[in-house]
């Protein structure tokens, strides 16, 4: 007749064979099974049901075996259980011989864990899931991600699509959520840009497109500075200084230095004057830049009225501009509005 039994030297081997997308997991569990203080022979009726808590608690899975052979007291079975039980670090495993129940519950040690560990899953095809239990990856991280150190990448890299069917190393598509693509890089330095990229050939470093005019209300395709104060946006054909919704004088080496243009510079119109010193019946001429015509100009004396002998435009070995002369000693100031005429 049997008693009471009892289960000693419970060992968990491993958790394993797991069919594709959210099948069932299985432990493999082997125990020593005494009845009436001898070591068990023969089969039993077994049954295994996993738990939240030593005592009380949420009940997970239940597998029921009513025939398990048992051999000199040693016992293996295969626990088929689903996947989602092993969410939490800590479970309990219950089991019932011939109807009793023994206690306590035993804990299940890490072991069963090594396929879903704090929420990291690995398929059979050796793809691991972190946040999803049906990765088609290598890797497929579900969630939000934080780097705390150096990221090697030797291949193609996406985010949202498919780093084959692209063209860059590193591209980022939109994603929907509306959310642009941005760089914040805590940086202070003196010496090194924040983004530095370099290109050995003769390509671009630096490759932007799109369709956006640049506006003194916005726009542009790219934006340097602050995007609702000052700042200057490039656009496919134009560069423009703004601030805060207006145009704003654009600087080209402020600080000193030439500005040369291998083609037509075409800046509209400039104004320009100048004092000339001379004798009796002074006269001056001032000369636009080149490429540029005089559109208008004028006269006038240093020191009070005089006669005005000559005014009109005039053009030279120098180039075209204007030409004035008085009848003074005194000096004249020559004025002169130039324009682009092509």
């Given amino acids: 007749m049997r ?4 289960i000693i030297g419970v060992l968990f081997l491993a958790m394993s ?11 493999t569990y082997q125990g020593e099974l005494q009845d009436n203080g001898c070591l068990a022979e023969g089969t039993y009726a077994m049954e295994f049901s996993i738990w939240s808590s030593l005592t009380g ?3 997970y899975d239940q597998i029921s075996m009513p025939e398990v052979a048992v051999s000199e007291g040693r016992f293996t079975v295969d626990l088929v259980v689903d996947d989602d039980t092993f969410v939490s670090t800590v479970r309990y495993l219950e089991v019932t011989v011939e109807g009793v129940t023994l206690s306590p519950r035993e804990r299940i040690t890490s072991v069963p864990y090594s396929l879903r560990t704090r929420g990291i899953f690995v398929d059979e095809n050796n793809n691991v899931g972190i946040g999803t239990s049906i990765p088609d990856k290598k890797l497929e991280v ?3 991600v934080e780097m705390r150190g150096d990221v090697n990448v030797t291949k193609r890299m996406a985010v949202g699509g498919d780093p ?14 509306g959310a642009p693509f941005g760089i914040n890089a805590n940086w202070d330095s003196d010496t090194f840009a924040t983004i530095f990229a370099s290109n050995a050939g003769s390509g671009g470093v630096l490759y932007a497109q799109g369709s956006s005019d640049a506006s003194p209300a916005g726009g542009g395709i790219i934006v340097a500075g602050d995007e609702a104060g000052s700042n200057v946006a490039i656009d496919a054909n134009e560069i423009m200084a703004r601030d805060g919704g207006n145009t704003a004088p654009l600087y080209l080496n402020n600080e000193g230095g030439d ?16 004092d000339f010193e001379g004798g009796l019946g002074c006269c001056g001429q001032l000369f636009c830049p080149e490429g540029m015509r005089p559109i208008g100009g004028g006269c006038n004396a240093l020191v009070g ?10 053009c030279g070995e120098d180039g075209c501009g204007w030409s004035c002369h008085l009848d ?14 092509k």
């Fill in 3 to 6: 008693t009471k039994p009892t």
């Fill in 17 to 27: 064979q797991l069919a594709s997308g959210q099948a069932p997991s299985r432990i």
């Fill in 57 to 59: 608690g949420t009940q």
């Fill in 142 to 144: 579900v969630g939000d």
């Fill in 164 to 177: 084959d069917s692209l063209f860059g190393q590193l591209n980022i598509l939109d994603s929907g959520d």
């Fill in 259 to 274: 500005v040369i243009v291998g083609g037509t510079l075409d800046i509209g119109w400039v104004y320009m004057s100048e």
């Fill in 305 to 314: 009225l005089h006669d005005i002998y000559s005014n009109h435009p005039v």
């Fill in 328 to 341: 003074t000693s005194d000096g004249v100031r020559v004025h002169v509005l130039c324009a682009n005429v």
